[in-house]
């Protein structure tokens, strides 16, 4: 006797397998950071994050540093991005729409996490004399983290 189909069993399990197979990689990919832009994609963020969504030919002409780079290779670019999930696009006009998916902050947050990680073996004080010591300090820059501090100091729970 030739088998058919599946019993209801057997289809019972799959369904449950394909479920959990499902929420097993949501919460792998909650968990996952953002991949880290490579310095080309951060120059196309800091595009996006100035003017908003905009065309791949928009982008380029605002790319910084005089030359700019081929249509092309911008274009590749995003493409590349957009499967990282930098960006997503929209492309239910002509010309494809591009929009950052992170915002500023996400992402600075995430790469001074990673520098603070590998480089400075987690210490946020070594950063922080390193920054400070790396490039001359304006006084508006110095009142600026001295009321951070401050701030941070008032947030801390008292012993």
Request: one cysteine or more.
């Amino acid at each position: 006797m030739e088998r058919t189909g599946f019993s209801p069993c057997e289809r019972w399990s799959s369904k449950f397998l394909d479920i959990y197979e499902f929420l097993r990689m949501m919460a792998a990919m909650s968990r996952k950071r953002l991949p880290r832009p490579t310095d080309s994609e951060l120059a196309i963020l800091r595009v996006l994050w100035e003017r908003g969504p905009a065309t791949v030919r928009s982008v380029n002409e605002s790319l910084p540093g005089g030359v700019e780079p081929g249509y092309t290779t911008t274009l590749k670019l995003m493409q590349i991005m957009v499967d990282k999930g930098l960006l997503t696009r929209d492309d239910s006009a002509r010309s494809h729409v591009y929009t950052a998916r992170v915002s500023r902050d996400q992402t600075q947050r995430e790469l001074v996490d990673d520098l603070l990680d590998r480089a400075f073996g987690g210490s946020a004080s070594t950063l922080v004399m390193h920054a400070l010591g790396a490039k001359t300090t304006s006084p508006a820059e110095l009142a600026a983290i001295q009321k951070l501090i401050d701030t941070y100091r008032r947030k801390e729970p008292r012993k």
